[in-house]
Structure formats: structure tokens, C-alpha cells
């Protein structure tokens, strides 16, 4: 099950879901602010409404069997930091690729494009997207593999000449899983036409900060260990003020209640929770995420032994405010009015 659910969590532009390992609560860094309930002051946090990527399920039947005595009772919300990106910062960073066009100003993003590559950075997050020709046109089978170590090697090598690393990426995996399918003597063979290695956001204080939609850097990688392109989905945060949270209970009556996303979840289905867990989310690229706060993580079993997923909020309701804009990128000025 966690398998399933971790390759549904790191396709670009969906939502899903991934159990976390044991979470703890953390202590309130210096200069942080303290919630102390809402009648003591508390900032009310501003969300994009819930994501409704997965299935369109409900429960008429969902008990609980998980162990929630480690589950913190409040844990750190952390401000998205913006990028605040400049032309002058972007086309230095361009220059590094190589490439040395024209800069579009695309409104929400920077963009340069070469006569064999293309690189675009989103000024709020600094989320890029770097694509070679090749990358576009690669769909053949790679005839020559390279060890996962010399993958890797070669992917930190790039990130860091091209000033595309984060101080707070880690190295995951290297996937081998992008493939196209040959009847070969008798039988359908998967084989690799392109290799990424991926990098995630270190945990927050503990928690997890790897899923939603990222926060991720990838590297892809073609014939012989060539560099078709990179991409990220990435916000930098900072400490915001510690919260209180819903207790599992609670969070277990808003899945009831259908305040939740749910994962291969039918409709009026039966199921039992077999863990419940924390992790801070990141909201696709393009949306206007102010907050990264935590989440709970339902894993359990439906009718028939179906393995299924949920994600609910862990912030008590009365502290979100729920702005339908904030799936919508940042105002920034000026628009392009060129072709992109």
C-alpha cells in the first residue's frame, strides 16, 4: 500500500498520498510566535480549499485500528519565504546553462529559450523547469545504463554548477521507472527510456515535507548519461508560529464528514484506518501556498481488501480561512506580451 501511494504523490501537478514514518512534536524556534488558542490571539492561517484530486468516494462505514499514542498535539506551521527572483538573478543563473537569448517576462515567471534548450523559473517559489530538444523528441529505449551511484553523481554535479540546488534538498532514489514496452522474442519487455534522479525537501523538524505535488528536484537523464533537462516543484519556508491540532478522532469525523481527499475510496464504501500520521503538504506549481502546515494521512483497508488513502487537515478549522484564489498564482506585474 504505502508504495502505491508514494508513486501516486510525486507525479507533477497530482495530489496523493504517502504514510509518513513517526512523527514528534517539535520545539518553537527563536522568534517564532505561539499560538495560544483563538481567543488568545491566534493568526488565522489562509488555505486554498482542499484538493479534490482522487477518487470521488465517501464512507458510509470507517472505524479506526491505528495506534495514535506518537501523534503530536501541536506541531510548527512555517511561512512560505517568495523567491523574489529578478532578471538580473535569472539570467545569471541562465547563463550557466548556456544559454544567453532574449529574456520573456511571462508575468509569473521568467523565461529564456535557446536554440536547443529552454529554462523558465517561477519568481514566487523559484520552481524552474529546464528542457533540451532532446528531451522532447527522447522516446527510444536507452541502449547503454549507468550505475544508480554515477546517476547520481553526475545529477548533484549538474545542480550544483548551475546554481539549481537547495540547501534544503536531499537525494531520494534514482527512477528507473519511465518506459516504453517491446515485444521481444515472444514477450512484452519494459526498458527505460529515461532515467531521473529525484531529490526531496529534508523533513521539518521530523516531519515529513516530501509530498503533494513535492516539494522535488529532478534530473532527467538520457542515452549514455546525457542530460535531457531538470525540473523542481519547491517553496523555501520559514517558522511561523507552533499550533495546536485535531486530534485523530477529530480528523476521523471530517473523513467521515467528506472534508478529506480520498484515494481509491468508492462511494459509501466500508473501511478500517490502519495508520493515521502527519506530514507537511506542498500545493502544486502556480498556486499561491502562503502556509505549509501539517496534514493527517489516513491508510487503510476498504471493502473487498482494497488498499486505500485520505488526506484531511491537522489544523483545527476555526484557525483557516479558506480563499478559492490562492489556487491561482500571486499578482505580479508586468504581464508578457510575447509568445512563450
Known sequence: MKAMIRSKLLLAGALALVVIAGCSSTATPPGSQVETGLKGGAVVLSVPPMDVTGSSGSFASLKSEADTTALPKRLMAYRVKPANLTKSAFEARARKLGLTGATEDLGASFQVVGPSASYEVDKFT???????????????????????????????????SAGLMEEAAEFRDVNRGNVVHNYENGQWVAQPYMVEVRFSHKPLNGIAFDKGVGPKIVVQFGEDGQILGAMSVWRNVQPFAEYSLKSPQEALTAVRNGEAAFFDVGRQDSGVVKEISLSYMNEPRGYNQQYVLPEYLLDGVASGGRSFGVVTRAIPDALLRVDPSLTGPPAVAPLSTGKK
Open 126 to 160: 523559484g520552481s524552474f523547469d529546464y528542457t533540451t530538444n532532446a528531451l522532447e523528441k527522447q522516446a527510444q529505449p536507452l541502449r547503454r545504463l549507468l550505475s544508480d551511484g554515477e546517476y547520481r553523481q553526475r545529477a548533484e554535479a549538474f545542480l550544483n
